[in-house]
């Protein structure tokens, strides 16, 4: 019905930045009935866990880990969801994921990011 597609990963140093998209594609009906859109990561033998959200309207969430390093952002029009990760740290190597919830819930693939010290 919806499909997400990520974009944007890459290695990075530590201190850099990189800029994830994240494009919904599919049942029109299905995308305009999306809420809440986010990013969460997983790292190698680590659970899965969200790294910001942000609602059709413009209200956004961020983990602890993160907030102040990392923006989340939308438009709407073109169904995409961004973040800006800058002051990049090793910690934050992960799997990111694009998630989209509407009247279910959708994953994208994942796209690697990598911060090296």
Excluded at 87 to 109: H, I, Q, V
């Amino acid at each position: 019905q919806v499909q997400l597609v990520e974009s944007g990963g890459g290695l990075v140093q530590a201190g850099g930045s990189l800029r994830l998209s994240c494009a919904a594609s599919g049942s029109i009906f299905v995308i305009n009935v999306i809420n809440a859109m986010g990013w969460y990561r997983q790292a190698p033998g680590k659970q899965r866990e969200a790294v910001a959200s942000i609602t059709r309207g413009g209200s956004t969430n961020y983990a602890d880990s993160v907030k102040g390093r990392f923006t989340i952002s939308r438009d709407n029009a073109k169904n995409t969801v961004y973040l800006q990760m800058s002051s990049l740290k090793p910690g934050d190597t992960a799997n990111y994921y694009c998630n989209a919830n509407g009247r279910s819930a959708f994953w994208g693939r994942g796209t690697q990011v990598t911060g090296s010290s």
